[in-house]
């Protein structure tokens, strides 16, 4: 059994062997429910999000999408010095 101290703010610190286990990393989130006997079931929270969530990340207000082309244009011109 792992046994945890609760803080002055009621706060919980789970060891690294526990959260291994879970699986999770620091910013990760992890759900907890109570169960009708007084535990607590602890898992995590699986991320929803899909790859297309990243699409247009770093797009700026009003910035046109530029192609591939544009891209390798600027990239050139960059490694030439002429940026």
């Not at 620091?26 to 535990?39: A, E, M, T, V």
């Amino acid at each position: 059994m792992n046994a945890v101290t609760i803080t002055m703010k009621g706060q919980i610190t789970l060891r690294k062997d526990l959260l291994r286990h879970l699986g999770v990393h620091p910013g990760d989130k992890i759900s907890l429910d109570k169960l009708p006997d007084g535990r607590i079931a602890i898992q995590p929270l699986k991320r929803t999000g899909t790859i297309s969530d990243v699409f247009g990340m770093l797009k700026r207000e009003g910035q046109r999408p530029i192609s591939i082309e544009e891209m390798n244009e600027i990239i050139e011109k960059g490694w030439a010095g002429q940026l």
